[in-house]
């Protein structure tokens, strides 16, 4: 054995979304770093599946999009839920989810310049460890994180080499703890989760059977099993559709105090899946058993010092509304892009701080969101008359009352539409995904009042330009070549976005951004070739045409002016990126 020592800017430690996503990012910036994962490769069980709008276009800004696409499952697949009581059995209710209702899908199509899409951990995360490979990140498999001690000036980590027992000593100016729900990191930077832990214990049974016949002709991600009787939560199990019709999995619930996870046999993970389908005869291919459990936690800091601490490592949740990943991804691209500035000396380390103040309450909004839908699934089955201990023919009896004519059916009918309805705010919540906005010293808030909400804000996105919200999305156009306004910033970045007789901003932002070291490139909508053909921007900018929107490379809005004053860019683009205070006539 022998003892190695490595000196990087920065320390990533874990392979997931979150460390594989920081990977990808920190290469694309130019920034030196090393990623370490303990396992032998990626995921190996396909676990959170669910990739929002937000998380493709921050596929999209890392140049991976159309990879991302050639192997996810897309959004018209990821239809329909199911309520049944098996798979060949009895259909209870359907729901359209995921944008893909009439109702909906054109609000989604306006939102995003992407669509969602549905891709399991087995497959997101090999596609992101080829891009950031290709793009030079140096990650290490079988190397495991075992104890960090800081500086002044950085922090000496010791990793060990799982395969030949070696040791690497890691000099770093930061490190990363996307190492998941048992991070060590965390624990070395002093941080903690808060929150319940072990609400339940559940499974996932992996597994291949061709399913066509059953879902085809009405496709979707999940299906939920009503099955009447005494029988655990998920009764038979929710089936988990990965790969449209093929490859699902099985999650059941279950009791640790009378049931070894260990001792459930393949025959039995079988029997199981066949009674969920309603098949006896099924040929099923077993793929994979992997336990979990229920948690309702949240870091209240995401960092301390030198360490920084993303994805399951700070937001742990079940996965209802299909958050996990996607906050994930978007902890590690809010904060690649700061470490990229301060690291070239292009920001002050106070720019740092910003990264949890702005993905704490992210994080804790979506856990408390997940955790919320996971409760209110349970008006279905008291719509359809459930009740705890009930027997199956009783169930039976309640159940049959949805085909009853009369007030006793009308009521029962009715309430399980509303029950149905409660859950867009798990399957439909567009607002919850795309709709938050960062507060934080990297944000210059300007003192407009709150419009008044028209609509609720967790199942609808609202457009705005309010500084902290992401850019809303706009179909532009130039020299015939259509773009969005997501696109307008670069990677390392910002973006001023003007209108006819703005052009005076031009200037400022050349001024503004050599001192401060970074680019700023001004897009005038309107004139000089950049077209808003729909009157799409016009519509959402919320600035007169010579007031302005600056946004950061992350694509959330830094700042806005109502109208010309480029005399304040220069001290609002310092503050920013953590400089100095922002002056007192800018904030006039």
Known sequence: MSTTELTVPVLV????????????????????????????????????????????????????????????TPQHLMANNL???????????????????????????????????????????PMLLDAAWEAGADIRFQ????????????VTSTILNRANGDRLVVRSRYVLGADGAR????????????????????????????????????????????????????????????????EFVLAIMYDPATQKLEDLTEA???????????????????KGLAGWQVNAQVAPQYSAGRYFCLG??????PPTNGLGLNMSVADAFNLSWKLALVLTDRADPALLDTYSAERQPVGAQGVQRAITSLGEMAAVEQALGFEPGQSTEDGWTALRQLDEPGPAGDARRAALRDAVALTDYQFNAH?????????????????????PAERDAQLHYIPTTRPGARVPHARLERDGVALSTLDLAGDLSFALITGPGGEAWAEAAEQAGTAAGVR??????????????????????????????????????????????????TDVVQRVLGRRALAATTAQ
């Open 312 to 317: 399951d490592a700070v937001h742990r949740h």
């Open 83 to 125: 309520w049944v009581t098996s798979l060949a059995g009895r259909e209870v209710a359907r729901s359209e989810t995921w944008g893909t209702s009439p109702r909906r899908a054109g609000e989604y199509a306006a939102t995003s310049p992407v669509p969602m899409a549905n891709c399991p951990q087995t497959v997101f995360e």
């Open 431 to 451: 607002g919850v995904e795309l709709g938050y906005r960062y507060h934080s010293a990297a944000v210059v808030e300007d003192d407009s009042p709150e419009p």
């Open 183 to 246: 991070s060590k990191v965390l624990a070395h930077a002093g941080l903690t989760v808060e929150g319940p832990a072990g609400l339940a214990q559940a499974a996932n049974i992996w597994f291949r059977a061709d399913l066509t016949k059953y879902l085809a002709h009405r496709p979707g991600v999940l299906t939920w099993n009503v099955m009447p009787g005494p029988l655990p939560p998920l009764r038979l199990g929710t089936l988990i559709c990965h790969k449209p019709f093929t």
């Open 143 to 154: 190397h495991a994180f075992e104890s960090a001690v800081s500086d002044e000036d950085g």
């Open 13 to 72: 430690v874990g392979a997931g979304p979150a460390g594989l996503t920081a990977s990808l990012a920190l290469s694309r910036y130019g920034v030196d770093h090393l990623l370490v994962e303990q396992y032998p490769g990626t995921a190996h069980t396909p676990r959170a599946h669910i990739v929002n709008q937000r998380t493709i276009e921050i596929l999209r800004h890392l140049g991976v999009e159309d990879r991302f696409h050639a192997v996810a």
């Open 520 to 569: 700023i490139d001004v897009h005038v909508i309107g004139s000089g070739g950049l077209l808003d053909p729909y009157g799409e921007w016009a519509a959402v900018r919320e600035v007169g045409t010579t007031g302005c929107v600056l946004v950061r490379p992350d694509r959330h809005i830094a700042w806005r002016a109502a109208g010309l004053e480029p005399e304040s860019l």
């Open 268 to 286: 039995e993970q079988i029997a199981k899946i066949r009674a969920a389908v309603g098949d006896e005869t099924l040929d099923v291919e077993l």
